[in-house]
């Protein structure tokens, strides 16, 4: 390892060259053989770096193979190019991909661990976990012969030994409310869906709320029928929240967008070093180019999140309300190895319809002061107020309609809306940094279990929290057995704030699931009002 270190640098350099050649193939359409290879490289460098790999290989003292010199030096070239070019390690990249790819193999249970014991939340319908006999509320206390409760397993571990092929069959020790004797069940692994539409639910009479968490192979698909649900339920407009969705699949973004716009409207095009172009447009078939829609950002919406609030954006289709947008403008190339490992590599860039370029400005090599943006923003105040936020002249672009927009990196929302702190107070930050306020709505589910399960609709939930006079004084107690004394003033700061919450919380622990959280956390969600708000005046 000594020599891997001390002598990194030379061999980033001999490693990129075998780099350059592999990539060159791929990008244009080819893959070169070994011996292209070496063709390629003796042309440019009379053959010198491929010796010098092959020497290391075969008479440096310590064994030492050629990938292991690559799997320390491709990260390194890569750290010298842009933010966004990376390389996926073989056992990364199971973990990276599996979200965007629609499914995973597992048991089909949805879990927390907030109080060192893993606790069965939800059960998916129809699931393994569900056809074996869990049930939420079950804790978990043994996967096949390893000891789980109270173990201080990290998630990660759990969830490694939940996980397996599908087919594959693994033993539960379950203790459950009411059953003295420990509960075992045998659970076959299944395809468990990964959805990206987390919630699908209506706000008002009129306005429909679809939840997107990330771009994934089925997001259109989700979408599209998550729009046809809503209709069905009396929707006229719509709210699509893109917040903290840092991207995905490209094609997804363009297909949601092509669902929201009339025929031969641009939706996107790329431009890569040589200024070549690829524009995407409409193309007509779009289901739902009559709704009113709200396209909801903030600061960790990227990518593809970016390409589709730009595309309305600049369609002059819809109003984007929020905070300026990540500004992750950079298109990448997927390129797999034998090992299983991958590289992605920065290809092109995304413009909006309007000519913006979606990518922030960045500093090659200075990855640390790209990645502080965030903070800087925060600390320049540009979460509190759009007045802190400054575009050059040059940077203004104009939409169809006459409408002023801004390029320089991210979207920036026609309608900015404020980081709300008006309501914390040192009280609700103690309940709610220390996980207390949480692990009282999971311990109020528990106890509340049938009561959540016999809810058919969310009106039903609302009588149940209605009902419930002692159920915030009852969460002041349980904060005070676990070190945080009650203070009125702060209390009546945060009351309402944390109220919601607790309803929220626990009301995402019934079967309405993210559709139930998102009804009740409304009320005090400051973007989700003013969305609400620009619907109905514009209806």
């Known amino acids: 390892m000594k020599f891997l270190q001390k002598y990194a640098l030379p061999i980033l350099v001999v ?35 491929s010796k010098v790999v092959s020497y290391i290989e075969h008479d440096y003292i310590e064994p030492l193979t050629a990938d292991s010199v690559a799997e320390l030096a491709i990260p390194a070239i890569l750290a010298k190019l842009d933010p966004h070019s990376a390389y996926i390690p073989a056992r990364e990249f199971k973990e990276v991909e599996e979200p965007l790819q629609g499914e995973f193999d597992g048991i089909g249970i949805v879990f927390n661990m907030a109080t060192d014991t893993v606790i069965v939340l939800n059960v998916i319908p129809s699931g393994p976990s569900q056809k074996a006999g869990v049930v939420a509320g079950d804790r978990i206390i043994r996967v ?30 379950l203790e459950r409310r009411s059953v003295a004797d420990s509960v075992v069940v045998e659970v076959t692994r299944d395809a468990i869906p990964l959805n990206s ?33 809503l209709r069905k339920q009396g929707m006229k407009s719509l709210i699509l929240d893109l917040r903290g969705n840092s991207g995905g699949f490209l094609d997804q973004a363009i297909l949601i967008a092509n669902e929201f716009l009339e025929r031969g409207k641009l939706i996107v095009y790329t431009e890569d070093r040589n200024k070549s172009r690829l524009r995407q447009f409409s193309d007509g078939s779009g289901s739902a180019t009559d709704l009113e829609i709200a396209v909801l950002i903030d600061e960790s919406s990227a990518s593809s999140s970016e390409i589709l609030a730009g595309a309305l954006q ?39 319809p309007t000519g913006r370029s979606i990518q922030k400005p960045y500093t090659a090599g200075k990855d640390e002061e790209y990645n502080m943006d965030i903070i800087n923003r925060y600390k320049h105040n540009e979460f509190f107020s759009a007045d ?28 900015f809306t404020p980081l709300d ?21 999971i311990d109020y589910a528990d106890a509340h279990r049938k009561e959540l399960s016999d809810a058919k ?22 904060a005070a057995k676990n070190g945080v004394k009650p203070h009125l003033r702060d209390i009546s700061t945060s009351r309402h704030i944390m109220e919601a919450q607790l309803r929220a919380y626990i009301a995402r622990n019934s079967a309405f699931d993210s559709n139930a959280f998102y009804y009740f956390i409304c009320p005090i969600d400051n973007t989700l009002q003013a969305a609400i708000k620009t619907l109905e005046e514009n209806d």
């Open 15 to 49: 490693v990129s060259v075998f780099l350059f050649g592999w990539i060159f193939g791929q990008r244009y359409g080819r893959q070169l053989t070994e011996g292209q290879i070496n063709i390629l490289i003796g042309s440019r460098m009379n053959n010198k770096l």
């Open 421 to 441: 702190t008006t309501n914390m107070s040192k009280y609700y930050l103690e309940v709610s940094g220390r996980n207390i306020l949480y692990r009282y709505t």
């Open 197 to 229: 539409v987390e919630a699908t639910v209506m706000l008002t009479d009129n306005i429909g709320f679809i939840r997107l968490s990330q771009f994934a192979k089925s997001s259109h698909r989700e979408v599209k029928a998550a729009v046809d649900t």
């Open 388 to 415: 802190s936020i400054h575009f050059a002249d040059s940077l203004k672009f104009t939409t169809p309609k006459g409408k002023t927009v801004y390029g320089g990196g991210g979207i920036m929302p026609d309608i």
């Open 457 to 478: 609709t969310l009106a039903d939930l609302e009588t149940m929290f209605a009902k419930d006079k002692r159920l915030f004084n009852r969460f002041v107690d349980y």
């Open 314 to 352: 600049d369609n002059d289709r819809g109003t984007i309300i929020g905070r300026r947008s990540f500004g992750k403008g950079l298109v990448q190339s997927q390129t797999a190895f034998e090992d299983g490992s991958a590289l992605r590599l920065t290809v092109a860039k995304y413009f909006t």
């Open 144 to 173: 096949n012969d390893t000891l789980i409760a109270g173990q201080k397993m990290a998630q990660r571990e759990v969830m490694k030994r939940l996980r397996g092929p599908r087919g594959s069959k693994v033993t539960l020790t």
